[in-house]
């Protein structure tokens, strides 16, 4: 499974960007998807995930009403609508991949396949 994520930029407080990630190599039917995102510094995080099948999103409560998850099934594509940015979400992104969906969705160890990072930038 190969991943690749893009979309990434220097955007001002309040505005808005969508992150892509482009998956291949795999049949994705039951895989959980998710944007992990990690600063300088920090402990990579969860952002959201999904179920490539459907009927599972979440999201970290950091994000939530601001951040939404997508996918195209038809595109092997997953995306993240990212409106309403601050400076605090200012960080490299990573989609990641797992073969199934568990309760522990946000736990980055889980993820076995993972995509070059995408910076994103939000000035104040």
């Known amino acids: 499974v190969q991943l690749q994520a893009s979309g990434g930029g220097l955007v001002q407080a309040g505005g808005s960007l969508r992150l892509s990630c482009a998956a291949s190599g795999g049949t994705f039917s039951n895989y959980a998807l998710a944007w992990f995102r990690q600063a300088p510094g920090k402990e990579r995080e969860v952002v959201a995930a999904l179920r490539w099948n459907g009927a599972r999103y979440a999201y970290a409560d950091s994000v939530k009403g601001r951040f939404t998850i997508s996918r195209d099934k038809a595109k092997n594509t997953m995306y993240l609508q990212m409106n309403n940015l601050n400076p605090e979400d200012t960080s490299v992104y990573y989609c990641?991949?797992?073969?199934?969906?568990?309760?522990?969705?946000?736990?980055?160890?889980?993820?076995?396949?993972w995509g070059q990072g995408t910076q994103v930038t939000v000035s104040s």
């Open positions: 990641a991949a797992r073969s199934s969906w568990t309760v522990s969705w946000g736990s980055a160890s889980e993820y076995v396949y």
